[in-house]
């Protein structure tokens, strides 16, 4: 069976020895799309703890820590399994901390945490395993136009030399989706059709 690596949930960037930075992903697309995949793919699901947990035995299934952590995986997995497919749907942090090695102490009347972009793992794939079939999400912002979320998705599928880019709106993920290709866009009314979309044309590649 082709192998297919999908990650799923959100990063952990930690601050100091118990906090980190996050946001709020659950995994479940992830996950919905790793047990869709599973009857025609070797699947492994990269997640975090909450996915990982949600998945149980129903996928072979990997946890995450931070950004970096996950690229450091999803490199491990891709020099390993080449040739197959990448479904990297997590909510990566676009930022990090110079983290602590001790709790930061509380009762502070204020407190100023510095951060720094942190790395574009996407933009890495393709060194890593030339001839993945990539598939890369994009959350646009709730104030974006179906039209602006095409365009920025567009640009990402260049950028990154994506197979597939799927495209949503947060706070509005239950309709206007799109999924772009080189080769043109497919808008869907329903995020359910989106995703079995996606799952056909990434069982089309198999």
């Known amino acids: 069976m082709i192998p297919a690596l999908v990650t799923a949930g959100a990063t952990r960037n930690p601050v100091d020895a118990i906090r980190y930075l996050s946001a709020g992903a659950t995994g479940s697309t992830g996950l919905a799309l ?19 947990l949600r998945a149980g035995s129903s996928v072979a299934s990997e946890e995450f820590g931070s950004t970096r952590d996950l690229m450091a995986r999803m490199q491990a997995h891709l020099r390993s399994r ?8 997590a ?22 945490i510095r951060l720094r972009p942190g790395p574009k ?3 890495h794939v393709r060194t890593w395993d030339p001839g993945v079939f990539l598939v890369s999400f994009k959350a646009g912002s709730p104030e974006w136009s179906d039209d602006k979320l095409v365009e920025v998705a567009t640009a990402q599928c260049a950028r990154t030399r994506s197979d597939l880019v799927f495209a949503n709106r947060l706070g ?5 989706c799109a999924i772009v290709a080189a080769s043109g866009v497919e808008r869907f009314a329903s995020r359910d059709r989106a995703l079995s979309r996606l799952v056909e044309r990434i069982r089309l590649r198999a």
Not at 34 to 52: F, K, M, P, Y
Not at 172 to 176: A, G, K, M, T
């Open 91 to 112: 909510a990566v942090g676009d930022y990090e901390a110079e983290a602590l090695a001790t709790k930061i102490p509380s009762g502070q009347p204020e407190l100023v």
């Open 172 to 176: 509005d993920l239950d309709r206007s």
């Open 34 to 52: 790793a047990r869709a995949l599973a009857s025609t793919h070797d699947v492994v699901l990269l997640g975090s703890a909450e996915a990982c």
């Open 121 to 123: 793992i996407v933009d």
């Open 82 to 89: 080449p040739g197959g497919v990448l479904v990297h749907s």
